[in-house]
């Protein structure tokens, strides 16, 4: 076993993937010279030649809608929108088009496209740069979003990713890249199905649902909970649709007590609707308010002082904990 | 550009079953659509629609220029793109209706009518957004080698978007297979499109991403056919894409309910002079391609299709209700 | 008092604010011959001319831009994307531009961009025409968002919105208008304060969070629940962001029960955010789980047996009550 | 275009003064953005920026051609617009720190400065975007009939966005007084503007707006500042919008940590033979515009400026963390 990052992991996946698969391809800017800004597609221009990794114009608009058509047409592209906060971008074509396509037809084509965006606030690149817009992407129908927290599950989930026959969208987080979380990556091949939560640590308190970045933060936490005697359970969901229900609903069953840990504004969040759906089929299992540890309702911040502040961090989450229990 | 005339060197090279079907394939449009108004008027359709009525030509002769396996991607003007590529009027007619046996099951209706094996990749509702998807598919040709083509149609009011110019510039860099067909009917809605761009040829705009942009009558099927078929040969070799502008009128107004106060009764009229379904008609007997009596059966063919595809649409099932919940996932 | 619908009401509230304000202006597609498409602009362009009403390209980048840009600099416009599902088109502006650049700059400018947009589903215009898209708008941060159930409402919160300093969205839904609902509207002048909920119909055993198009159905759901002697309280926010809390919340702790009615898909619905909250900060008088009637996470089909079968509708709020209670 | 001299004719009418600040304008950023790269590798600025280094001539040019009260909009390579619209290098240099004094609070960083009250409407982190928010403030100020122009700045990488097509569209079709700087300086991030347009002039795509369009020499600030002016006269006009490119280099590379890998030796060095400073520096001392001694001072002038730039940023104090919460609302 390997220890790799996340770019080296999400590397390994695509590769592995094109060469399993002809009709796999690469739509992105700068993904040929530098392999896109921070290297996940490095060396596969050379490997699988320009038909497959194309370098494109800055045109969001034409990447997703060219990943739109090829995959209608029989290819399966990986769309590379550098940064989830582009995605609006190509806004229509995450709402109306990707994702409405195959409905629309009455269910004769397949859209079979992955998007990859970094997402994420902690790396001081502001408000354009630094979103996970999870609620955004939950509120369009018919869209796969994977967030993963570690680099085995970022290349097991990427890999199940392309060989879905429906949209997905891959979010990887920035300030884990930079952190260098890195995880034993097996050299056998592997996938992790699309809706299979992981439970990144057992407790019995509380139940704390987190995805990418908070669920080390929720980890270094339990940590810290664990010497005051509390016992926390931090289930990672890893994609938020579809959502593993289930694992959530049972972790709950058990507690009684559940914090939807969640890296963005609290309105209109993922938190929202993990909560909402807690509120509604597990409502007789709990002892407590459902809490959401979020961000603040506003951008995300350039200065340090002021983007660490609103991230939502262990100490946050550790607040909340004591204050439930 | 002359509209009014058809010039006679250009058919002379096609058979006469090729110059029948484009009248044929003209009517079927006319017809179907000056029916969907009339269902319209009677509540069989749900939602008003963009009709295709003055611009037969276009798609047509557009059409006419592809091979079978070739792509096409239409917009919210889109049944005389579907008829020209091959469209069954019976599944189009019963899609309108909301039937279970319309192209979409149902659950498209006007705007997104598809029938990928006939290589009709779908209407689109949102203008200029098919112009991008267009270059996918081309894009597949061109990786698969396929050496297929993809025709783009889209609107005057279309060229003003966001995507025209991200679409045609990425297909471009790429030499993608694709020929864009600008049907400069004049309006965008309410909006004359000489007011809407600031150019009098809209397919100049290729010189901004070093392509070929030709402006032609659109009224012309013949000198449609001519033009995209020099486009879609450059494609299929490998040389990147067109603009074909072909300028034109939609008689009927934006939608099946638009009164059209907003343009001059002398526009319409004038307009309807240069009807693309007499002139080609004109041009057929005057050559003695067709006679009288052949143009005459050809008419009824068309109404008896037009008048079963309402038969078909009208016996048709609606979907049941929980279909709603399905075909969202592969 | 005159009996107003949608449009009427409508067009009333810009001409009174433009009159009252030589800032405000109109930026949007066929606004100037036919008053956009169901002529809530109508009359303007020959009240205040070329330069207060402008017709522009096909070109809802351009428009949301330029309305960012004039209200930076000191104007007021109305952008006027026809169809919330058209806001992708823009969706950058969205996302990133019109409610950041506040923020970004520090709190330097002002943003008062009054965006207009017909919404929801019920006129057989499929998929691409149809959505309310709440939850997409409210996890944007720093948009107002308003969706009126009644001309009356339209009109007061519409004026509102076109002094706010903020920017707002205005979702006028589609199927009130063709349903040709009438308000009584006063002569006199009269805002409605954006934040603030109306409580449409009083009951005791289950609180309704119904907006737009819901509230109607609610309120005829009410009267045959009535008749089974079951009362429910149906209360309408009027503004998604900001949420009167306060009154749903109070209306939880009377009668203990919720159902959010809301017609988008479930998943990152509105909804979701209102039922989350409650879950939170209400969770001790909830006697029963909250439910939410929304429309399935699908797009939303053309034809009519279909689309009606999508709607959340009031049979599907009556099912809900009778269990509930 | 000529690249390599300054032509003598453009700088007769010009004022002593007015050489000697395009002078003192292009130092200050060149000195400006050197500084920003060294406290980045000195970890005081936490998030890599975009390097103006090489293009000084066109934004100092450019704003040179303006009144005061009028606008400008940047992008992602902002800092020598600012400089050159009149932005203090203190709070600018506070901003990158992530400091309370900064123009943005510490809320924005390098990409988000804005100042209202120097008419600089703010850089942009969305490539393009600013392309359609220079229209708005053209349109405030033709509403208002103030007078004012607004000066549009992008990249040969925004050229190729959806908002470049509809912005200008926008612009030529209401006559907006924008005039938008097409910096091209041959390189998106790592693609080459070669590969990802298939035209060699970009300012050719004015055609298809019927608005003018130039392409000129971006390292030569008496050029680009003739060329803006009289783009700005015609704006100021009513007449509507232009575009003028000025071919250029970016020395830096993309950002600060950028190796520039995909750039051969030689074309970097290429470019810095062509640097606007030491080249406009030779031409005011031929000229007698300037000895050595007034050059030398300027220098020290600016070095000082800096200088005192990094101590006030050094010395002020951060934000409060819940100052985060504030201006999210007016
Ligand atoms: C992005 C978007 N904006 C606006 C509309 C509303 N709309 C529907 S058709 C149309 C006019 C289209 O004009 P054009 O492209 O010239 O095609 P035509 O209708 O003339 O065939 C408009 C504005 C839309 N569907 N999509
Ligand atoms: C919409 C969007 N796509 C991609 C990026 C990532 N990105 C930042 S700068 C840049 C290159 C911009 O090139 P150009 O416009 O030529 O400006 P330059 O950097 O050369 O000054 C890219 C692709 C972005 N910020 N926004
Ligand atoms: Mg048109
Ligand atoms: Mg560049």
Redesign the interface.
Known sequence: MAELGFIQAINQAIEEEMRRDPSVIVLGEDVRAIGAPLGEFKGLYDKFGADRVIDTPISETAIMGAAIGAAATGLRPIANIMYANFLGVCGDEMVNQLTQMRYMGGGEVKVPVTIMSYSGAGTRHAAQHSRNLYGWLMNITGLKIIAPSTPYDAKGLLKSALRENNPTIFLYHTALIKRGIKSEVPAEEYTIPLGKADIKREGKDVTVVAMALTVHEALAAANTLQEKGISIEVVDPRTLVPLDKETIINSVKKTGRLIVFDEEPKTGSAAAEIAAIVADEAFDYLDAPIKRVCAPDTPVPYSPVLEDFWIPDQKDLIEAVTELV | MTIGTIDRELALPLKIEKLEDLYRTMLRIRVFEERVLKEFGRGKI??HAHLYIGQEAIATGACAALRADD?I?SNHRGHGHLIAKGGKTDRMMAELF??KT????????S??????KLGI??A??????G??????????????KTGQV?LCFFGD??S????????I??A???KLPVVYILENNQY????PIK?????TNLA??A?????PGKTIDGNDVLGVYEAVKEAVARARRGEGPSIIEGKTYRWAGHYTSDPQ??VSKETIEQWKTKDPLPRFKGFLMENAVLSEEQIESIHQEIADEIESAVKFADDSP?????????????
């Open positions: 749900p939602c792509y991607i909301g039937k319309g192209y979409c099951k149902g659950k498209g209706g705007m997104h009518c598809a029938d990928v990749l779908g689109n509702g949102i203008v200029g957004a112009i991008t998807i267009a270059g996918g598919a081309a894009l597949t040709a061109k990786v698969k993809c009011g279309a003003n978007t966001s995507r025209f110019h991200e679409g510039n990425f471009s860099v790429l965008a809605i309410s909006v007011y809407a761009a600031n150019i100049d705009r010189a901004a991403y070093g392509i106060n907003y609606f979907p049941a209700p929980e279909e709603t919940l399905e075909d969202v996932y592969a």
